[in-house]
C-alpha cells in the first residue's frame, strides 16, 4: 500500500510562486509515474502534470509553461513548482501515483488530504 502526504500549499497574490512537495512510501514498486492533480470548488479533479520514473514530462494545456514537475528520489518526493499563480489557479493540489508509464493515466493510490493553494489579487 502507497501512502501520499502533500504539503507547500498556501495564500499568494497573483504573479506569486510557490513549491509544492507530496511524500510518498510504502510499496512503490508498482509505480511508474506520478502526478499533481487539482480541484477547484464546484469544479472536478484534472490531472496538471505527470512524470515517469524515466523522468518524461507531461503538463496540462493550460499550466502553459508556469508549472514544473519534478522529483527526488533519494528523498521519495515529488515536486510542483507553480509560478504565474493566477486567480484561476486557486484549488485543492493533489498527487498521485500511475501503474502507466504514459498517458493515458489512471491514479491507484487512495487520496491524501491534499494542499490548499489560494491565490488572491
Known amino acids: 500500500q502507497v501512502q501520499l502526504v502533500e504539503s507547500g500549499g498556501g495564500l499568494v497574490q497573483a504573479g506569486g510562486s510557490l513549491r509544492l512537495s507530496c511524500a510518498v512510501s510504502g510499496n512503490i514498486f508498482s509505480i511508474n509515474a506520478m502526478g499533481w492533480y487539482r480541484q477547484a470548488p464546484g469544479k472536478q479533479r484534472e490531472l496538471v502534470a505527470a512524470?515517469?520514473?524515466?523522468?518524461?514530462?507531461n503538463y496540462a494545456d493550460f499550466v502553459k509553461g508556469r508549472f514544473t514537475i519534478s522529483r527526488d528520489n533519494a528523498k521519495s518526493t515529488v515536486y510542483l513548482q507553480v509560478n504565474s499563480l493566477e486567480l484561476e489557479d486557486t484549488a485543492v493540489y493533489y498527487c498521485?501515483?500511475?501503474?502507466?508509464?504514459?498517458?493515458?493515466?489512471?491514479?491507484?493510490?487512495?487520496w491524501g488530504q491534499g494542499t490548499q493553494v489560494t491565490v488572491s489579487s
Open positions: 512524470i515517469t520514473n524515466e523522468g518524461k514530462l
Open positions: 498521485n501515483t500511475f501503474r502507466e508509464a504514459h498517458p493515458p493515466y489512471y491514479p491507484f493510490t487512495s
